[in-house]
Structure formats: C-alpha cells, structure tokens
C-alpha cells in the first residue's frame, strides 16, 4: 500500500499552516509531498516550493500524523498526533497508541504559533522525563522535539535493527550516559551541562521560560501596551481581534461573534483533545488494523484508508477534507478500542513454572527476541524445546451507534447496536511475518459483544434504572432481523450469549430478547438457521462471588462453540476459518461480558496450543496471571470508553479470585459511574457525535439550552411524522369524524405541559392536527408512539389567533432570540361542545375538561367559556444529520408559524362562510391573525424564579465547564 507519513514537520507561515514530511537524518526537507493549508478558509494543497527556511518565528512542531480537520462553525483547527507510544508488534508491523494530540487553530499565523510553542513544550516535557528515558520503546532521540535551528532533522521513528541494537547498547546509568555522551539527549544535554547555561531563545525553544521570557524572545520590539497611540504599528485585523481569553491549551483565542454561536466551544476543544489523548485510539503506518490479522491485503497498491474497515474508521469524518483532494499521504486511519500484547514462554519439560515475560512492558525487547528467534537465550540453551509465543488482544469499537453508557442503550433503527465491539485474539510466535516465515503458524479467535438489539432506554439518574421500551413489536423485530443479518454476513453462524437477570428490571427485556430470538428462524431463508440462543442468569449462577461457575456455560455449549472453530494461517496460506462467533451482552455489555470472554479466550488459547502439542493451565497456575492481566486490560479500556471508569469484577478478571476487597472497589466504580452518567457524559456524547459526523455545531447550542443531549440514531423528523400519521387515524378516523371531513395539515410543535395555560414547564412536544372541520390538539406519549390524549375545537369555534415572539426560557442565548422563538395562541369558545379524549386503556369521551388543567386566556369569561391553546415552533432542523434525502433548507420558526396561522384561518373563514350561505356571504366577520408579543423578554424574566435561574447556573457550573 501506498506510504503513509510517519513524521511530519508543521510550522505556521504567512500564508497557512506548512505540512511537510520529515527527511531522513542528515538530508534536507523535502517539499514533494508538502501541503498548505490556508488560514480561515482551511483549504488543501500541495506545496510548490520549499518554505521551510522562511522566517517561522522559530516554531516547528513534529507531528506523527494528522487525525483531520476539526471544523467548529466558521473555525478551523489542525489536529495533530504529538505523542504516541508503541503497544505492539503484528506481522512485524508497529501499532501505536496515541497519547497526546495538538489542536492548532487556523485563524492567523500568531494563533497557530502559539498552539504549536504549546504542543512543542509538551512533547519537550514529556520526552525529558526519566520515565521516558527508561521506558519508551523509540529511540530516545526520536522522542526529542529539537530546536528549528537545527542541522539534522530525526529520521522515521519506526526503529530500524540498527536502531534497537544501539539502543541496547546504551548504559542503563543516565546520568552517566547524559554526561559523557550528550549526543544521545541532544542539544538538551549540551544546553544543560554548558558553562552559558540556558540562553533567552534556547529557554523559550525548550519549554522552560515564563511568560515574559517568551514574549520578550518572540517580540523584540516594545510592546504595544507601552507605546502610545501614534507609534504603535499598524497591523492587520483578524478574526479573531476582539478576543477572550480561553481556559484550555488548544484554543487561546477565541472570536466574540463566535463564542456566541458555540458558546461552549472551549469545552469542545479541550474535551477534544482529552478524547483523542486518551490512549484510546491506536494505529499503524502499515497494518490494516480494523481487519483480522488473516484478512490484511498484503502488497497492496491501494491506500490504507480505503481498505479500512468503515464500521472502525473513527476519524474518517474529521479526515475527509485529505481524502476530498486526493492527500492520502496525511490520512491516518484510527480505530478506537485496545490493543495488547504479551510474551510468553512455554517449556514442556516444566509445566507450571512456565517462564513468562511482559511483552509490552519494553517494547525493543520484543524485537530483540524477534531479532534474535534463531538462537536460544542463555536462559533456554538448557532447555532448547522451550516455545516462545506472543499473544495479542485487538478490540475494535464500532463508530456506529457510538456514545456512553445511557445515552446509548439497544439499537437504532438500523439494528445497530450499542457497545458494539469486535475483539480478536491472536497467537503467533514473536518472529510470524506471513509469506517471510512459511512454516510457522499463527490462530485468530473472534468474539463480539454488543447491547440488545431492541429499542430501549435507561435513566441515568437512577442506580437500579428500569428499562423503558419504545417502538412497535414491528420496529423492534425489524431492527432485530437486520442486526442478526449483517452479523451473520460478517461472522457466520452466532451463539448469542445473553448475561442478564431473568427476575426484575433486566428481565423483562431479556424476555423480550429471548421471544425475537424464538422467532428468529420465521424470517430467516434458512428455516434450520434458528438462531441459538442461551439465556445465562450470571448474578443467579454466581451469587456469593462464585464466578468460577462461569465454567457451568461452556460446559452447556461446548459443543457449539467448538463448531465454531478459529481461523489458522501458516505462512501465507490459511488453513482453516472461523465459521462463527459468540455474541455476550449484559446490561451494559461490560462487567459481565468481560468475564465470560476472558473465559472463552481462556479455553481457546489452551486448545490453541495443545495443538500445538504443548499444555498450559490458564485457570491455576499463578505464572500465567499474565493472560488475566491482558484480559482485564482490555476489560478496563472498554469499560472506560462506554462508562468513565474501569471495569467491576476487575479482581476477578485479574485474580480469578473474588473477595470483599474488591467488592468495595466495585461500589466505587459504581459511585464513579453514577456521576459521569448524570454530569459529564451528555456533553461528551455530543461531542463524540460531532466528532463523528452524526451532528452539526448547533448540538452544543442545544446542550447549553438543557444540558442534555439527543439519540441520533433516531430521526427526530420520521418520528415526528409517524406520529402526526398516529394521531390522524386515531383521532380523525377512528372517532368517526363529520362527514367529508379530512386532514389538511398536520405539525409537531412545542406546548405548555398543562394544558389551556400559556406557560408551564416543561415545554413538550404535541401534535396539531387541521381538517375542514377541526383543529385536534394531541398529547403523545414518544416511547411508544401512542396518543395519550387529545382534544377537539370545532373551526367555527375559533375566535381569534395571536402570533408573535414566545420566549419561554431566559438562560441560554438560543432562548433569547426573538427570531427563534415564536409561537402563536388559538382563541376559541367552547359552548359546550368542547371534546377531551384521555387513552387509559382506551379512548372514552368526555364532554367537559375532566384533565384538572388550569385555563387562563386573556379576557376569560366567569363560566370558562373561552379558552386558549398555546403553541410553540420547534427548531427547522435537528442538529443531527443522519437524515438522508431530507429538506436541508426547511422554513424558519417564523415562517412555519405564519404558515400555520395562515392556513388554519383560512379554514376558520371557509367554514363561516359556508354556514353563512351565499345570501349573508357579505355579513361573514373573518377571522383575524393578531400580530404581538405573547411573552417578551422583560415578561419572561420577571416570571423565571431566582430559585430556577441559580439551579440553571449551578448545573451549567457542573455539566459545562
């Protein structure tokens, strides 16, 4: 496959920011693969000449690859992988973690300078600490960020044999080896130990000067604060002039205008580069790893990103702008997830004091011994059958139906699932290079976890949450077959594996699983393909910490899942494929789950070399408390991607003991999660949706109005439109509506919750329904798309509309907008013809308003007689943008409420004028459309509560900052 850059150079010139592709040691840069990419506009495009010797302030930052462009509104951010760590070796092919990322903005040449003396100092601290220096797989220098003015620039940091065997020679002693050998730390170690010292420019190049040195290094002119008015230089404005000042490092500055349009945008950026920075995200310069270590296209000529597995490319949004102009040079694919890696050595002629060894705890020595396979350690020449292995765990997150832990439960309309990931388990000796080693072999086992492929959701203000079903039998069997479709396209044959409790809350989604999975064989092509299906109470089988009775389920379906069977490759030739794949969820697919596939890994590893004619007992023998290690690992990185926090049941896990110690831990973590749940996981979805490509910058708009968040996997506007079908055949249809009568319109629109009132939080969604005879006002119940109650109003009863500025909120800016929120009022007498439908267990009449709602109208008459509906316009569009084939320039809240009011008076005139006849056509009075306020600003204000305003700022304090 086409290369992909390794190192990059990126330095802010006047024009736009420079990408170039680091040289070898000793050579000069390179420009034929160098890009722009301008300010403001953020455009793409190859470099046509060398601008590295350009005056850049000094400012050069190395990068080891781009994850894209981050485009917030009309800015622009860069971003950048500035550390990495290598966490395992596949086919002889590096895979790194990424640990820190640069965010630099595109706004100017100054702020792009200043992110990138930032993200410079941070790589300089961090590549200067003894913990790097003992532990880092890279060769130290590598790691160093060194001055721009210097001769020789780091080659790829991919370490050759070269590399490795000199940095094995390297004394262990560092301070011997910073004092007598100074080359090695670089101009770091000649700076530190020479009789100058530090010099003004060196300091501010390193990362050590205070704030004043850096000005006064970077600005040798006087400052402007100090200069009067006519000596001060005149230079152009920017953007981002008028400025505020930015509590994270990755944006310093930021536009006024702009900060009103985002007015979380800070947060956005720092949580960002927290996600990014996590540890979270892996990838590789030459290995396909969203695909199965026997699935790589080897000798490929097609780019990386294209033969990425879409279901895994976390940045392929964010990436996208490279991909548009053919850069794919500078396209880095990530997955999301974990990957591990351990070495281990078995001796036949001493099985339970097998010699293991941490794989990832020195990475260079895994290629030592993958170096040096041929000739025994001085530790095995008496014992030359020993075997040395390395097993490798990949989990790959899917980006579909992506989020945390409450935000994102069941699946979505198209039968993706919550939780999704793939996990693969690789054995192979240290030296597996495919076609370059033909007669050694190397196992592939796959398992998948994922939530419940139903609709259903869970509070997260709630320790025990119970589940709420939404959709119709209909949708969820649909959703059902599809998920179970695309996963046996995938896979093959499944075993689902269901953890759940078969009493209380879980259960009664667990039956609801079960009874789908019961009929999976009605709808399949192949009648004989039921879908199998074991239902494992896992609290019941291992109540009092007894999760060694984990072993009762493998034992049930040992048969089943050794039909399965692995994949098997020697050399370059498979020799056997997995033909299935075992499905576990719990709840939450995590705590539980982690358990049995650790025990399903267990047994398959075993298998896996007792094939190999060796014996290794995974579940006793204490030396190889490295594969719970391993497994427990990989537990924690999920568990802290869908829930904030490690993984419970991790003492086992690790252990295989459980005890009241880690009991207690557990509660914590429970505690721990319970907080993230309610705090920061609603803004973090919306982040992680925005990163992604499912939502626009107005989610943060909307999450600063409530501090909640949205499911994008569900189309607001098809379950808007579902509904307004709902409420017409029932209302319309089923109660028997005059003759002739039919819909002309119908909208989903914003009410107060009690009705015949103007204001009364909350604000809900409702229905209005408009046919030549009536207006129907309909009160939905959304979980199930049911109508919980409505209301009639016959046309000729309507006496009056009112349309005009509705705020019903006071905190968020998007609630002060006058232009955004608009409503209007339907005036209307009753004379006892009033009709209120309340759905109990079915719709019974009543003739008067039996709900209790308060009625207010203005000039209300002493019998009740008049009353009033208030109505609210909801936002044009969702902030999600799943849709497709849907309106992307709908009518604004103004314009969809004068329609509104436009149409329902001129059915209000028809129908006088019909009852009028033709003789008294002239003496018809038609009804008018009042434009004014119906709450101001000032009216709004005065009726919000100090009570309600503090609890606003209280929770803004917490949830958004």
Not at 486 to 502: A, D, F, P, T
Not at 633 to 649: E, F, P, R, V
Not at 878 to 889: F, L, R
Request: net charge negative; charged share 25%; aromatic share 8%.
């Amino acid at each position: 496959m086409p290369g992909i850059v390794r190192k990059l150079l990126i330095f802010a010139a006047v024009d736009g920011l420079i990408l170039q592709p680091a040289p070898p040691k000793s050579h000069r840069p390179a420009t034929e693969q160098a890009i722009k990419i301008t300010y403001k506009g953020a455009n793409i495009s190859p470099l046509l000449h060398d601008r590295r010797d350009e005056d850049t302030s000094g400012e050069t930052l190395e990068a080891h690859g781009i994850v894209g462009l981050l485009n917030v509104a009309s800015l622009s951010f860069l971003v950048s992988i500035s550390r990495r760590e290598q966490v395992a070796l596949i086919s002889g092919k590096p895979i790194y973690s990424i640990s820190e990322v640069a965010l630099i903005p595109l706004s100017s040449q100054a702020d792009a300078e200043q992110a990138i003396a930032k993200a410079r100092s941070a790589q300089f601290r961090h590549s200067t600490s003894n913990e790097d220096f003992l532990s880092d797989s890279e060769n130290s220098e590598d790691n160093i960020s060194l001055p721009d003015d210097a001769s020789v620039i780091t080659a790829d940091p991919d370490p050759d044999k070269d590399q490795i065997e000199q940095a094995k020679q390297k004394v262990s002693n560092v301070a011997e080896n910073v004092i007598n050998k100074k080359g090695i730390y670089g101009r770091f170690a000649d700076k530190w130990f020479s009789k100058q010292g530090w010099t003004a420019d060196s300091r501010t190049r390193q990362g050590m000067s205070s704030e004043e040195d850096i000005q006064r290094v970077r600005n040798p002119t006087p400052d402007r604060a100090q200069l009067s008015e006519d000596e001060r230089p005149e230079t152009p404005k920017t953007d981002l002039e008028e400025t505020q000042e930015v509590p994270t490092e990755v944006a310093h500055t930021v536009d006024t205008k702009q900060t009103q349009q985002i007015p979380l945008l800070p947060k956005v950026l720092a949580t960002t580069k927290i996600f990014f920075g996590s540890k979270n995200f892996f990838y590789s310069y030459d290995y396909d790893i969203s695909h199965g270590v026997t699935n790589q296209t080897a000798g490929s000529s097609v780019p990386l990103h294209r033969t990425f597995d879409s279901q895994f490319f976390w940045n392929k949004h964010l990436i996208q702008p490279f991909l548009d102009v053919g850069q794919d040079a500078f396209t880095t694919p990530l997955i999301q997830g974990f990957v591990g890696q351990r070495e281990f050595t078995i001796d036949p002629s001493k099985p339970q004091t097998q010699a293991i060894e941490d794989a990832t705890a020195k990475q260079d020595e895994i290629e030592m011994t993958v170096k040096d396979s041929s000739s025994p350690s001085e530790q095995e020449q008496d014992s030359t059958d020993s075997r040395t292995f390395l097993l490798t765990l990949v989990s790959r997150r899917s980006v579909d139906r992506a989020g945390l832990r409450y935000l994102r439960r069941g699946a979505d309309e198209d039968g993706h699932v919550a939780n999704s990931v793939e996990t693969e388990q690789i054995l192979c000796s240290p030296s597996w290079d495919g076609a370059n080693t033909p007669n050694e072999k190397l196992y592939s086992y796959l398992q998948y976890r994922g939530s419940m492929p139903l609709f259903f959701s869970q509070s997260p203000y709630s320790l025990k949450p119970i589940p709420v079903f939404r959709g119709t039998p209909e949708q969820n069997l649909e959703a059902f077959k599809v998920h179970f479709s695309e996963l046996s396209q995938r896979y093959g044959r499944i075993q689902v594996v269901n953890l759940v409790e078969k009493k209380g809350n879980e259960g009664k989604v667990g039956e609801l699983y079960e009874r789908l999975a019961e009929k999976s064989g009605e709808f399949s092509d192949e009648p004989q393909s039921k879908l199998a299906f074991y239902w494992f109470d896992f609290h019941h089988a291992c109540k009092g910490m007894k999760f060694e009775n984990v072993s009762y389920l493998f034992d049930t379906l040992k048969d089943n899942l050794s039909s399965f069977g692995w994949t098997s490759q020697t050399g370059a030739q498979a020799t056997e494929k997995q033909n299935g794949v075992l499905r576990t969820n719990c709840m939450d697919c995590l705590d539980r789950t982690n358990v049995v596939q650790s025990a399903a890994g267990r047994g398959v590893l075993e298998a896996q070399l007792a094939e190999e004619g060796l014996k290794i007992d995974l579940q006793n023998d204490p030396s190889t408390s490295w594969f719970n290690t391993l497994w427990a690992d990989n537990g924690d990185a999920i568990s802290k991607q869908y829930a904030g926090t490690a993984a419970l049941k991790g003492d086992f896990t690790r252990t295989r003991k459980r005890n009241v110690s880690g009991a207690l831990t557990d509660f914590g973590l429970t505690l721990n999660r319970y907080y993230n749940n309610i705090v920061n996981d609603y803004f973090t979805q919306a982040v992680i949706d925005f990163l992604l490509g499912r939502a626009d910058e107005n989610i943060f708009i909307d999450f600063e109005a409530d501090m909640k968040g949205q499911d994008y996997a569900i189309d607001l506007r098809k379950v808007r439109q579902n509904a307004i079908e709902t409420c017409t055949t029932i209302c319309v249809e089923e109660q028997g509506g005059a003759a002739g009568e039919h819909l002309i319109a119908g909208w989903a629109l914003r009410c107060p919750r009690i009705s015949g009132t103007i204001k009364s939080h909350p604000f809900e969604e409702c229905v209005l329904l408009l046919t030549n005879r009536a207006l129907y006002f309909c009160r939905m119940d959304w979980a199930t798309e049911k109508v919980q109650a409505f209301e009639k109003v016959e046309l000729e009863a309507i006496t009056g509309l009112t349309r005009g500025t509705f705020i019903t909120d006071t905190f968020a800016s998007r609630d002060l907008d006058e232009k955004k929120n608009v409503g209007f009022l339907v005036n209307y007498s009753t004379k006892g013809k009033d009709m209120v439908r309340i759905n109990t267990r079915s719709l019974t009449s009543n003739e008067d308003d039996s709900t209790g709602a308060a009625v207010m109208n203005k000039g209300q008459t002493d019998n009740g007689a008049e009353k009033v509906l208030a109505f609210k316009a909801l936002p044009p569009r969702s902030s999600y943008v799943t849709s497709k084939g849907v309106d992307e320039n709908p009518p604004s809240e103004e314009e969809s409420t004068r329609s509104i009011c436009d149409q329902i008076a001129r059915e209000v005139n028809h129908v006088r004028a019909e009852e009028a006849g033709e003789e008294d056509a002239d003496k018809v009075t038609n009804v008018k459309i009042e434009e004014q306020e119906i709450v101001s600003i000032a009216e709004a204000k005065k009726s919000t509560s100090y009570l309600d305003a503090l609890g606003y700022s209280l929770k803004k304090l917490v949830w958004a900052t």
